[in-house]
C-alpha cells in the first residue's frame, strides 16, 4: 500500500496460505473495501479476495469469480457492477510457471454484483477460441467491456486478440487485417478507453505494438510500433504508453526517457 502523497509505502499484506494473488484489484466505489483477484488453487477456481482498506487491509470475506483463473477485475461505472477477465488457466504454486489444463480451457467474462457477491451474468468465448486466455479489460463509453486475450494455441494460428461484450449479448470479436493481429503476436498486455469513451487502446509488448479502436465503428484508428510495450492508460485527449526501454510515450511523441530503468507491465493516472 502506497501514500502517494508523501511518496512512501504505509502496508503489506497479503493473501490467505491457500490463495495466491493472480494480478489485479480496485477499490469499491467508497474506497473502503479492496477487491483482489486470487486464485483457490486447490480447489481449482477463482476468487475476489475482500480487504478492508479501513482497517490494515484484514481480510473480510471472498466472492466467487465465475471462471478459473481470474486477472483483471473492474468496478463498472454504475459502481456496483464487477466485471471480471477469467483467463481460463488453472496453475497451481507446486507447479511454477505451468499451464495444467491447456486441453480443457474455458475462459470467460463474469458479471459479479459487488455488494452481495452474486453471479450477474457469464459470457464463454467461441469453442474455437477456447485456448484465447482472457487477461485484460476496460469499460467503454457505451457501457460494453472490451477485452484483450493471450493466445495458448499453436503459434501458427491466426486470431482475433480483442473482443467486446454487452450483457445478455454474445461476445463479439473485433474483425481486423490479419496484419493488425499479427503485430500482436498472440499477446495483449493491457486494455484502456480513452476519456471521452469512444476509443479502446491495446498494447502488446511481445509484438512490440500499440492499437487503438474505435468502439462505434470497431475500426483499427493507429496502429503504432513501439517495442516492449505494455503500461497504457487514458490521458488527456489519447492515451499514455510505456515501454521496457524506459520511454514514455503520449499518442506517439516521446514525452519521457528514464535510461537505467525498464518499465513493466501497467501504469495509471492517479488525480491527487
Known sequence: VLDLVNRKRVLVFTPPEDRHFYGHGFFSADGRTLFATENDFDGERGVLGLYD??????????????GIGPHQALLMSDGRTIAIANGGLATHPDFPRMKLNLATMEPCLAYVDAQTGDLLDR?????????MSIRHLT?????????GGQYEGPLTDQVELVGSHARGQDVALVSADAGVYRAMNHYIGAMATSLDGKRVASTSPRGGSMTVFDTVTRQVIEQRVVPDTCGLTAYGAGFVYSDGRGHLWQDGALVREDRGIAWDNHIATVEL
Open 139 to 147: 469499460e467503454a463509453g457505451d457501457g460494453s467491456v472490451w477485452f
Open 123 to 131: 459470457a464463454v468465448l467461441p469453442e474455437t477460441y477456447h485456448q
Open 53 to 66: 482498506a479501513t482497517d490494515g487491509y484484514r481480510r473480510i470475506g471472498e466472492f466467487d469469480a465465475g
